[in-house]
Antibody, heavy 121, light 106 residues
Framework: QLVESGGKLVQPGGSLRLSCAAS????????MTWVRQAPGKGLEWVAN????????FYVDSVRGRFTISRDNAKRSLYLQMNNLRVEDTALYFC????????????????WGRGTLVTVSS | DIQMTQSPSTLSASVADRVTITCRAS??????LAWYQHKPGKAPKLLIY???NLESGVPSRFSGSGSGTEFTLTISSLQPDDFATYYC????????FGQGTKVEIK
């Protein structure tokens, strides 16, 4: 099971940290992913992190502003979001990929229900 | 970057209809394609991986096919629980999604 938290209303330029609590599977053995869905839009892959946290990958639109991290002892995944923009408004999902590619590309076999981030003044 | 194009964007159908959704990749993806079902307020659900492999627990009325750059998701007999939005995703690199196909009641 994956349960996201931390979403809220924040002003443009602000920061926010999302969390995802994992249970029911060996968290430390899996890559993890953040995916988002803007209002009325489709799904967008945001970031991946390797099982041991050594490698991470980002979509171009968030690289340099967002940081994905994890604490395997706490079975938790995080997304630190800085310099937030109105276009970052979305429902953010954490998900578990079954990884095929070297950059963490994989199909997502376990998802949370999401946490809503609203960026507005 | 690999682009994924789904069609149609909206599909109106009735219970028991056969439904087909198409997904086209901008370059070959070695059949590394997945399909998901998403309902509002719920977690997306994996249906198909590697183009044609049915995820455990998914009803057999769902099937995937295709190769190269063109792929399809077929629902052989649409059920009331199947009205939802469906997404394809390539995962040969990172994980680009198609824009989604909303299956609505006719």
């Amino acid at each position: 099971q994956l349960v996201e938290s931390g979403g809220k209303l924040v002003q443009p330029g602000g920061s926010l940290r999302l969390s995802c609590a994992a249970s029911g599977f060996p968290f430390s053995g899996y890559w993890m992913t953040w995916v988002r869905q803007a209002p009325g839009k489709g799904l967008e892959w945001v970031a991946n992190i390797q099982a041991d946290g050594r490698q991470n990958f980002y979509v171009d639109s968030v690289r340099g502003r967002f940081t994905i991290s994890r604490d395997n002892a706490k079975r938790s995944l995080y997304l630190q979001m800085n310099n937030l923009r109105v276009e970052d408004t979305a429902l953010y999902f954490c998900a578990r990929p079954i990884v095929i590619g070297v950059d963490g590309g994989g199909y997502l076999d376990l998802w949370g229900r999401g946490t809503l981030v609203t960026v507005s003044s | 970057d690999i682009q994924m194009t789904q069609s149609p964007s909206t599909l109106s159908a009735s219970v028991a209809d056969r439904v087909t959704i198409t997904c086209r990749a901008s370059q070959t993806i070695n059949n590394l394609l997945a399909w998901y079902q998403h309902k509002p307020g719920k977690a997306p659900k994996l249906l198909i991986y590697k183009a044609s492999n049915l995820e455990s627990g998914v009803p057999s009325r769902f099937s995937g096919s295709g190769s190269g750059t063109e792929f399809t998701l077929t629902i052989s007999s649409l059920q009331p629980d199947d009205f939802a939005t469906y997404y394809c995703q390539q995962y040969i690199t990172s994980g680009t999604f198609g824009q989604g196909t909303k299956v609505e009641i006719k």
